[in-house]
């Protein structure tokens, strides 16, 4: 597996559980890396079932959440399925207000998403 500076990536069964080593992810070089991570969970290594666990994360720019939008394309491409879990209310709000909660399958927890795999 490779080395993430971004993410940490762990395997409950068979799925690829990602966490988030920054609690704001702002930094536009950050968030290329980041994205460049993500989208090689499925490119490269070619992983079906991801789960996105936000619970360490306080904020997201608009950048970021372009990069999610853009993996889930890429995950439902490839046949594979994309949970988000433990998003905090103030970013669950930005998912909301941007129609972003109806695109992506979020749940409460990762034990929520792992069991809706």
């Known amino acids: 597996m490779a080395g993430y500076q971004q993410i940490k ?11 988030f080593k920054h609690r704001r992810i702002i930094d536009e070089a950050a ?3 980041l994205g460049d991570e993500l989208f090689a969970l499925v490119e490269q ?20 959440l372009g990069k999610l939008i853009k993996m889930d394309k ?3 491409s490839a ?15 930005v998912f909301t207000l941007t129609r972003l ?10 034990r929520e998403a792992l069991a809706a795999f």
Request: aromatic fraction near 6%; glycine fraction near 4%; avoid cysteine.
């Open 45 to 64: 290594e070619k992983r079906e079932a991801i789960l996105l666990n936000f619970e360490d994360v306080e904020f997201l720019s608009s950048a970021a």
């Open 79 to 93: 046949a594979g399925k994309l949970k988000l879990a433990s998003i905090r209310p103030e970013i669950y709000e």
């Open 9 to 19: 990536v762990t395997e409950v069964g068979d799925v690829a559980v990602v966490r």
């Open 74 to 76: 890429k995950v439902k």
């Open 101 to 110: 909660d109806r695109l992506f399958d979020i749940k409460d927890s990762e």
């Open 31 to 33: 968030i290329q890396e």
